[in-house]
């Protein structure tokens, strides 16, 4: 069934129901049920809003935002950051207007969980040359089993591969399953870092035609 699906860069009629599917997708997802109490109705509403804000600002800052559609409905998609600079102004308008969004989320945190999550999400060495950073990869929990994730990184690792100039795709996962699923397609895990119950993976593909590599698992980093 994955064959009829396509692959395309989302638009303003298409990023909504991204939105909505990214929600659906991680409301069970590792950081998320970790951090949040989706139990009440309004929790899940808000994120719904901040996640459309989140898309939308990707989308404005040029970014690859893309949504898979089958039978004319967005059933996944993806976001794949540049890492590039922006104004600092500009930044600090686009953080603000995602921080107002999810005010109304503030009930549903678990609060004490944040500071550890923040730390395990971090990985001071970064490469120090161009990379993409895999933000997000979502498919529609009912969709989920045909192979729609792996047509999603197939055009994400098409974009990558294109750009002579990037050293490879980064991302980090709190799922087990996702982390096995990234080493089948050529991630490999770097660093881990623990919050709790919560184990981070960070991942990176490096791209095929450099010998660029993020380093090795190692705590000091």
């Known amino acids: 069934m994955s064959a009829q699906v396509r692959i395309e860069p989302a638009t303003e009629a298409t990023i ?14 590792g950081t998320n049920a ?6 009440k109705r309004s929790a899940w509403r808000a994120r719904v809003r901040a996640a459309l804000v989140e898309a939308r600002l990707f989308h404005e800052n040029r ?6 559609i089958e039978d004319e409905q967005v059933v996944g998609g993806a976001i794949l950051a540049v890492n590039r600079g922006r104004p600092v102004l500009k930044r600090a308008i686009q953080t603000l207007r995602w921080i107002v969004s999810g005010v109304p989320l503030i009930t549903a945190v678990r609060w004490r969980r944040v500071p550890g999550v923040m730390k395990a999400v971090n990985l001071p060495r970064k490469p120090d040359r161009p990379y993409y950073t895999l933000a997000a ?5 009912a969709h989920q089993g045909k192979g729609i994730g792996r047509l999603i990184l197939d055009e994400i690792h098409r974009i990558c591969d294109e750009d002579l100039g990037c050293t490879g795709v980064y991302l980090y996962t709190a799922d087990t399953k996702n ?12 660093a881990e870092r ?13 791209h ?3 010998e660029f590599t993020l380093g090795t698992d190692d705590p000091s980093i």
């Open 208 to 210: 095929p035609a450099n």
């Open 179 to 190: 982390r096995v699923m990234y080493e089948r397609c050529g991630y490999r895990c770097v």
């Open 194 to 206: 623990s919050s709790g119950t919560l184990t981070m993976h960070h991942m990176f593909r490096p």
């Open 16 to 29: 909504r129901d991204f939105a909505n599917v990214m929600v659906e997708a991680f409301s069970t997802e």
């Open 137 to 141: 990869v979502a498919v529609h929990p």
């Open 34 to 39: 970790y951090l949040f109490d989706f139990s």
């Open 63 to 68: 970014n690859h935002v893309l949504v898979a």
